[in-house]
């Protein structure tokens, strides 16, 4: 057993010496610790498949009721596509609300978050790994809402810029997700607070970011919007451009500038998020909350 | 010491009658300690300023939306159809509240507190122990429709007379409605016993495909025949209907009209009082009785598998 | 000035707590030298917990300073975290959704290792400690010793320079507690250098494993030593039982011997061909003293047929520092919280 138990071996190297880790260890540790926490999240879905009906087509039938809203209103087809969009961006968000920044919530009172914090990584691996573990199910979700709605519904995409559109989802994801880091890092020191701001960042959110119509019929709410929600720019952003041939009330910008604003607002998040993680890492130990279940 | 001497001279005239229960009493004492543990858990979280805001914040937001698309589209033509989409959007709070709050008392006591088994073994029945559990929530999902056809009221243009409601048909359809919601709250436990951590969002997901078919805020017409049918089977689209026809007598209704399946299937436009009650009472009855099965089925497979005291997180 | 695995100066730590804050602890200074299994002994609600906290970066102190192989706990997180690991008794962390060889190989890649070593130091690592057969069971259906057996896996994945066990026997049986006693003991002497600090309120346990302990009790050090030292510090006298098949003149006949403090008679005892026999504590100036015994019950043609030592137990040290049993200040810490 002794034969066993020696793994490594201490060839020469003292306790300061193996504290002092490269720039490329801790880069790999942090994206080694990615794959890790997505782990995981990835088995979970494959073990316990109750997720497909209600995290997928449940879901679906839910935007398919807002889709029936409009058709009793007779609207114009654009608004069923408008409908179909946001419903697809909701997976994302919710998998930022839920899957990343409510996490930390759980993770203390099962006495995980302690044994992350004393491993080496940085804490932003591993809130990136819960979220790319949690984007297979959203992307799967946005998927069949986009490609089954848009069979069924009849939604037709008419894509002018392809390249942008791709970037807009790709920084509206960065934006999203920076924004669920600096989440993370305040519900790190709230307790059963964290579970009902989740639960308020639902519908509000929805309201204010357009989620159903576009998001300029809000006016001036609209306006702030779109300059401080992702979830709004992106939508708005990608909206107009994937139904380049619809009719868009005044009052957002052209997606060209929602493009830079969710580039600063992906910069902003991020750095922020770091910010805070430390920041409320510290006021966590400070408090002693790393560790207390019964907040 | 002396405590612990006292309980063992008591263990030596044990009395057997203490196995039988009290029937009545044990159940309603039961449900008044976990509608009040419910209570506690439910509002103790923050001041009472925040939790007025995070009561409100979510049915208002959501009948909002609804103001908003009817707007965009209707314009001031659309607005004869806003008590319309306030009621339901109002009503459907409290329908997610009913169906979650039984499903996330097992998640809660399952994965966060760790105590689920413990009330499980105990004498407490624990079907009832859920259902005052569940209790606290759906009086938070009543604030909430409350405020929000107040808000509507007052603020929205939903034109409301007290003098011209139907008491009488709205409080049997509220209260045939509460059981079909606690009916369709026990079928979410019963499936959340078996899921994991992670199906915290379930009971919304299946509100929210329950919104699409019980003309919550638009009326089954728009909808393709067999799903009408599905609606016309489901007791929270009688309910509605009730409550709305209660609250706005002769305004639009969510089931009948023409062309309906209602309208071909009975041979008149529009559900009458009698018949909504009946068909609320009816299909009620089916889904709560099938509701408690799937959960007595789930509590046999959860003791055979010993789902009680494990947590799943991922 | 070598080296020190662990180096506390003055650390204090209060805990806002209502109605009044709660000093866990109240000044602790502390040295660990490397290579070292060194104990915190103390009951509930002694502040041993709060220690390993602060040790492990996951507390920051009121007071004070604390360093880990040199390293500041306030400031110097990251390289501790690098060097060290930690498991505590009765954890429940883990995703119970994962098996025994996915969840520790999850932890590896925190700690950096590639995806096949990882695999690798699992597998060995699940070998050594005893879990071959439960390695594709989930977390979820573990037994309690078999979990902890996982975590203490865990706590060795990166093969730490420091291991901090916190009670990494409570709620085990018998059985489970000494393997994995034994397990840790392995662990540490196969290779030089490794450090553990170990917290426990289980007596025996400190003293079998511990090369030195430190007395804890309501946020302070009452006492350093190896266990034989803190032992020496209340048996200031040899105490032996022994058992002859007779004995003229009683006790009191041993009891005027030179060296002997005190002899009295125990309860008879009886051999088993049924004679009757004699049982006494004898309370001696040192072990010296023991032949002057021997030899006056040769002279007495009485035979020794049995014949211990008694050596006083850490809690007997702890009474003597404290004034209180073990028992006595679980109570106490339980009535301070409430």
């Known amino acids: 057993m002794a034969a066993s138990l020696d793994l490594v071996g201490r060839s020469g190297t003292g306790p300061r010496e193996a504290a002092d880790w490269s720039r490329r260890q801790v880069i790999l540790t942090d994206l080694r610790s990615v794959r890790g926490r997505a782990y995981p999240r990835v088995i979970g879905l494959m073990r316990e498949p109750s997720w497909v009906l209600f995290e997928i087509l449940l879901p679906f039938l839910a935007t398919s009721a807002y889709v029936f809203v409009y058709r009793a209103l007779d609207a114009p087809q654009e608004y069923v596509g408008f409908v179909v969009l946001g419903g697809a961006l909701t997976a994302f968000w919710l998998n930022v609300i839920w899957m990343m920044a409510n996490q930390l919530y759980w993770e203390k009172s099962q006495g995980n978050l302690e044994l992350y914090f004393a491993a080496p990584m940085h804490f932003m691996s591993i809130l990136f790994g819960m979220a790319l573990g949690g984007m297979v199910m959203s992307s799967t979700r946005a998927a069949t809402v986009l490609v089954i709605a848009g069979a069924i519904y009849g939604v037709t995409f008419s894509v002018d810029q392809w390249a942008l559109l791709l970037g807009v989802f790709v920084l509206t994801l960065g934006a999203l997700y920076g924004l669920g880091m600096v989440l993370a890092s305040l519900f790190l020191v709230w307790g059963r607070e964290a579970w009902h701001m989740g639960q308020l960042m639902t519908e509000p959110v929805y309201f204010v970011s357009g989620l159903n119509f576009p998001v300029a019929r809000l006016g001036m709410l609209g306006a702030l919007s779109v300059a401080f929600v992702p979830l709004a720019t992106g939508l708005d952003a990608m909206r107009q451009l994937a139904f380049a041939d619809a009719a868009f009330p005044a009052g957002t910008p052209p997606p060209a500038v929602e493009v830079l604003i969710l580039a600063a607002m992906t910069v902003i998040s991020i750095v922020a998020a770091r910010w805070m993680l430390i920041a409320m890492e510290r006021r966590a130990r400070r408090d002693g909350r790393l560790s207390v279940r019964w907040q | 010491m002396s405590s612990l001497a006292s309980a063992s001279r008591d263990a030596a005239r044990f009395d057997l009658a203490r196995t039988e229960g009290r029937g009545l009493a044990d159940t309603l004492r039961t449900f008044a300690v976990a509608a009040r543990l419910g209570w506690q858990l439910e509002a103790n979280w923050t001041d009472p300023f925040l939790f007025f805001i995070y009561s409100v914040a979510k049915p208002i937001s959501s009948a909002l939306i609804l103001v908003v698309m009817l707007e965009v589209i209707g314009g001031p033509a659309g607005r004869a159809f806003r008590p319309f989409v306030v009621v339901g959007s109002a009503l459907w709070s409290f329908v997610v509240s009913g169906i979650a709050g039984l499903a996330w008392s097992i998640l809660e006591d399952r994965e966060r507190y760790r105590v689920l088994k413990y009330v499980y073994i105990s004498p407490s029945d624990f079907l009832i122990v859920l259902i005052g559990r569940g209790v606290a929530r759906l009086g938070v999902g009543l604030a909430g429709v409350v405020i929000t056809l107040v808000v509507g009221v007052v603020a929205l243009g939903v034109p409301f007379e007290p003098a011209a409601v139907d008491w009488p048909l709205l409080l049997a359809a509220s209260l045939l409605g509460l059981g079909s919601i606690i009916g369709l709250g026990l079928l979410m436990a019963g499936i959340v016993i078996q899921t994991r951590q992670e199906s915290w969002s379930y009971p919304e997901a299946f509100a929210g495909a329950l919104f699409l078919v019980t003309g919550a805020v638009f009326p089954l017409t728009v909808l393709p025949a067999p799903v009408q049918a599905i609606g016309l089977l489901t007791p929270l689209t009688w309910w509605i209907a009730g409550v709305r026809e209660a609250l706005f007598p002769g305004g639009p209704g969510s089931i009948g009209g023409d062309g309906s399946l209602f309208a071909s299937v009975f041979g008149h436009a529009n559900p009458g009082h009698a018949e909504i009650v009946g068909a609320l009472l009816a299909t009620g009855v089916v889904v709560t009785l099938a509701a408690v099965a799937v959960f007595r089925l789930s509590d046999r497979r959860a003791k055979s598998a010993g789902l009680y005291d494990q947590t799943t997180g991922s | ?338």
């Open chain 3, 1 to 338: 000035m070598p080296l020190l695995a662990i180096e506390v100066r003055g650390i204090r730590r209060v805990y806002a707590a209502k109605p009044e804050p709660v000093v866990a602890l109240d000044g602790v200074d502390l040295q660990v030298a490397p290579g070292e299994l060194f104990g915190l002994l103390g009951p509930n609600g002694a502040g041993k917990t709060t220690l390993i906290k602060i040790l492990t970066t996951l507390l920051l102190p009121s007071s004070g300073t604390a360093r880990v192989f040199g390293f500041d706990v306030e400031h110097d997180t990251k390289k501790i975290r690098r060097i060290m690991n930690m498991v505590a008794g009765g954890e429940q962390s883990g995703y119970g959704i994962l098996t025994v060889r996915e969840q520790l190989w999850m932890f590896t890649q925190f700690y950096g290792l590639t995806r096949h070593e990882g695999w690798r130091r699992v597998d060995e690592l699940i070998e050594a400690v005893g879990l071959a057969e439960q390695r594709v069971q989930r977390v979820s259906t573990l037994s309690t010793g078999q979990r902890q057996k996982m975590n203490l896996a865990r706590g060795l994945l990166n093969d730490p320079w420091i291991l901090f066990l916190d009670e990494p026997t409570l709620g085990l049986d018998v059985a489970a507690a000494r393997s994995l006693r034994e397990l840790i003991v392995a662990w540490q002497h196969a290779v030089p250098g490794r450090t553990i600090l170990l917290t426990t309120h289980y007596m025996a346990e400190a003293d079998e494993l511990c090369d030195r302990i430190a007395i804890v009790d309501r946020g302070r050090i009452l006492a350093i030593g190896s266990p034989a030292e803190l032992k020496k510090r209340v048996q200031h006298e040899s105490i032996f039982r022994i058992e002859v098949d007779h004995l003229d003149g009683g006790a009191a006949a041993l009891a005027s011997l030179p060296g002997v403090v005190s002899a009295s008679e125990a309860a008879s005892a009886t051999d088993t061909s049924t004679r009757q026999t004699v049982v006494m504590n004898l309370v001696l100036e040192d072990d010296g003293a023991l032949g002057q015994v021997v030899g006056a019950l040769a002279q007495t043609g009485s035979h020794i047929l049995g014949l211990r030592k008694s050596e006083p137990t850490l809690e007997d040290v702890f009474v003597e520092l404290v004034g209180r049993g073990f028992a006595e200040s679980d109570v106490d810490a339980t009535e301070a919280h409430d």
